[in-house]
């Protein structure tokens, strides 16, 4: 089954292409504006490169966010019109903190683990997983204070995202067990999670993960 996976949510487009789980085509390009305008044309040279025809999709991902706000709607909504166009393709949304959360492994899993996500604010974007990776909090986001309040009380605490490197930029009191900083989101983990989320028919059509009101200002 081929799978197309793709990623606008922060500052990159990400695109892949997988044939079962074996990488055909991937394409990654950093940049702060302008995914919305770089993703179809991409996904075209992609197809076209292997000469797929959408119809020959069996899945299609997309990451939902937290993000940029512009970009988590660019490409959710690239994912719902092919869903619209392409009646038998399945569509699903992976979120990033569900992403990011392959990079850990082994060892490397504490009894918390933290997803930080930068904001380019004051605060974070962040979801804490247990040492099986369930869930303990539900994606949010908050200060550093906030979460440094959810992590105390001496356990292990394993860190990833690329909001690490700030949130670690001063003393954390944290008794920390694993660092993963991150300058983005592999666009292979997006596809790897919706192959799970398929297998096990928990496909999720893509929703906005929304944590925080948008910046806007009258001119």
């Excluded at 989101?185 to 997006?190: F, G, L, R």
Aim: aromatic share 8%; charged share 25%.
């Amino acid at each position: 089954m081929y799978t197309l996976a793709f990623d606008t949510t922060a500052a990159a487009c990400s695109v892949i292409l997988l044939q079962d789980r074996k990488t055909l085509s991937v394409w990654s390009q950093a940049m702060e504006f302008g995914q919305a305008e770089a993703l179809i044309p991409e996904i075209k040279n992609i197809l076209e490169k292997h000469n797929l025809d959408f119809s020959e999709l069996g899945l299609l991902a997309v990451c939902t966010g937290p993000g940029s706000f512009t970009g988590v709607r660019a490409s959710i909504s690239a994912a719902r019109a092919f869903g619209l166009a392409c009646p038998d393709l399945t569509v699903t949304g992976v979120t990033a903190f569900d992403a990011y959360l392959p990079e850990l492994f082994g060892d490397e899993i504490a009894e918390k683990n933290l997803v930080v996500i930068e904001t380019k604010r004051e605060d974070f974007y962040y979801q804490i997983f247990d040492a099986g990776l369930k869930r303990l909090t539900p994606p949010a986001a908050g200060t550093r204070e906030d979460i440094l309040a959810q992590l105390k009380g001496g356990r292990k605490v394993s860190i990833i995202g690329d909001g690490a490197e700030r949130f670690l930029s001063r003393p954390s009191g944290l008794s920390l067990h694993c660092i993963k900083m991150s300058d983005g989101i592999d666009v292979y983990n997006v596809a790897a999670c919706a192959l799970h989320q398929f297998e096990n028919k928990k496909t999720d059509f893509p929703k906005p993960v929304y944590l925080r009101a948008p910046d806007v200002c009258l001119k």
